[in-house]
């Protein structure tokens, strides 16, 4: 019984720890021309997806730091976020879209 207990709790900490890492990423869109939300914070190891979900393709970059290349219409990236530090990036192709990834 006590093994069965002892199993259950250590299945209960996995879920947990798995529940933890799911909440600390984080999505962007890419909808209208533009990052929503523009702002985002996370902590390090936390992993952010950016959605593209235009007609027409964009770009996550912050130079020297991460740079997702073309991202086409539907398609999505994802960055894991390993240095604290404030990056700000656009898409190289509409330069006007701005966003800041804010790594604590």
Known sequence: MRRRALAALALAGVGLAA???ERAAATV???GTRYAPEVVTVK???RVTWKNQDPFPHTV???GTFDSGDIAAGKSWTFTAG???RYD???TLHP???GTLVVE
């Open 83 to 85: 240095k604290a530090g």
């Open 61 to 63: 970059t912050a130079r």
């Open 44 to 46: 390090r190891g936390a």
């Open 96 to 98: 006007t879209m701005k």
């Open 89 to 91: 990036y656009i898409c």
């Open 29 to 31: 869109a890419i909808d």
């Open 19 to 21: 529940l933890a890492a």
